[in-house]
């Protein structure tokens, strides 16, 4: 068992940036796969970013790419998603979750999720 809890949300400006972390409990942080999603209003869940147990892989959807960080510290059971460049379309709920399996974007994959942060970008 996992519980997930997302900070680090907030209002924005245009090119401004965010830094969220979602800290873990249990001591089988490092066995899983963390990925973060977001959902925007009227809009469907949809993949950002994932790391490998180990840290030294990471994902990253198209529309983020460039823009988006993700960085996990095992000693600290916490994954971050550092955003910068960040235009308003990036305004949504963003949640972590935690797989036990492999590599994925798919949200169904996913075992354990937090209660989301609202990130908005203002224009």
């Known amino acids: 068992q996992v519980q997930l809890v997302e900070s680090g949300g907030g209002l924005v400006q245009a090119g401004g940036s965010l830094r969220l972390s979602c800290a873990a409990s249990?001591?089988?942080?490092?066995?899983?796969?963390m990925g973060w999603f977001r959902q925007a209003p009227g809009k469907e869940r949809e993949f950002v970013a994932a790391?490998?147990?180990?840290?030294?892989?990471?994902y990253y959807a198209d529309s983020v790419k460039g823009r988006f960080t993700i960085s996990r510290d095992n000693a600290n059971n916490t994954v971050y998603l550092q955003m910068n460049s960040l235009k308003p379309e990036d305004t949504a709920v963003y949640y972590c979750a935690a797989s036990g399996g492999g590599p994925t974007h798919r949200d169904y994959a996913y075992d354990y999720w937090g209660q989301g942060t609202q990130g908005t970008v203002s224009a």
């Open positions: 249990g001591r089988t942080f490092s066995s899983y796969f």
């Open positions: 790391i490998s147990q180990s840290g030294r892989r990471t």
